[in-house]
């Protein structure tokens, strides 16, 4: 995951419960801590489909949101 972060991939992590957001609350390999520390965004309460679609506009209307240094916006606009 992280080589794939470090050249621009953006990577969101979903749940796939009806309900809520994955917890950072484990940091074993794989872990939404370790998914994170490896530049993994959060995508919010959405379904993992809802995502997807919602990450698909927010790029094709702001394709810098995809750059390492605005993640920070990216995840912020996909948890509205």
Known sequence: M???????V???ITTRTPGGRPYQ????????????NNGA???GEF??????LKLMVLLSERPELAKKEN????ERLLDV
């Open 71 to 74: 993640r920070e916006e990216l």
């Open 25 to 36: 609350v484990y940091a074993y390999p794989g872990s939404v801590t370790d998914s994170r």
């Open 10 to 12: 953006v990577v969101v």
């Open 41 to 43: 965004i959060h995508g």
């Open 2 to 8: 992280k080589d794939a972060t470090d050249k621009g």
């Open 47 to 52: 379904s993992s489909a809802k995502t997807r």
